[in-house]
């Protein structure tokens, strides 16, 4: 039997703590579909479809995972997907606090719905893309926080800062 998960997150930007927990799951699972999303409530760096070639290129070289977007609710999209499970990437006993509540609310929507946790490497632990965002205002050299790839775009993109 093949197991689908979805992974998903706004992902702007894509982190290595991101990228830990994809790692992890694609390894885990014989397919992983990275769900990419808007969140209104931010201002992103970077448009969805932005985020969605950054991040398929970042992961090319996992065979096993594929990067969609959608917009709506989680469940709606598990559901289309047929997935087994949802991965969500825990930093934190805040990440599980909130994990765990969200778990509960979409298994009200979906009962068949299901969480897998993984824990991010203690290396990425204090890595949000909330404080990626807030680098780039200032120039941050972000090397230990995000990919190459994430890093040469976010310099391109808000050369201003980078001078």
């Given at each position: 039997?093949?197991?689908?998960?979805?992974?998903p997150g706004s992902f702007?930007?894509?982190?290595?703590?991101?990228?830990?927990?994809?790692?992890?799951?694609?390894?885990?699972?014989?397919?992983?579909?990275?769900?990419?999303?808007?969140?209104?409530?931010?201002?992103?760096?970077?448009?969805?479809?932005?985020?969605?070639?950054?991040?398929?290129?970042?992961?090319?070289?996992?065979?096993?995972?594929?990067?969609?977007?959608?917009?709506?609710?989680?469940?709606?999209?598990?559901?289309?997907?047929?997935?087994?499970?949802?991965?969500?990437?825990?930093?934190?006993?805040?990440?599980?606090?909130?994990?765990?509540?969200?778990?509960?609310?979409?298994?009200?929507?979906?009962?068949?719905?299901?969480?897998v946790f993984l824990v991010?490497?203690?290396?990425?632990?204090?890595?949000?893309?909330t404080d990626v965002r807030?680098?780039?205002?200032?120039?941050?050299?972000?090397?230990?926080?995000?990919?190459?790839?994430?890093?040469?775009?976010?310099?391109?993109?808000?050369?201003?800062?980078?001078?």
């Amino acid at each position: 039997m093949s197991t689908l998960a979805v992974f998903p997150g706004s992902f702007d930007p894509l982190t290595l703590g991101h990228m830990n927990i994809i790692e992890k799951a694609s390894r885990l699972f014989d397919r992983l579909i990275i769900g990419v999303l808007p969140n209104n409530t931010k201002t992103p760096l970077f448009s969805v479809d932005e985020r969605v070639k950054m991040i398929t290129e970042v992961v090319q070289e996992l065979g096993n995972v594929e990067v969609k977007s959608f917009d709506g609710l989680l469940v709606d999209f598990v559901k289309k997907e047929q997935a087994d499970c949802v991965v969500r990437g825990i930093r934190n006993m805040t990440d599980f606090d909130y994990e765990v509540r969200m778990n509960a609310v979409n298994r009200m929507m979906l009962p068949a719905y299901e969480s897998v946790f993984l824990v991010t490497d203690s290396r990425y632990s204090c890595i949000s893309s909330t404080d990626v965002r807030s680098g780039v205002h200032y120039g941050v050299d972000l090397t230990d926080f995000v990919p190459d790839i994430v890093y040469r775009l976010i310099r391109e993109k808000y050369k201003e800062n980078y001078q």
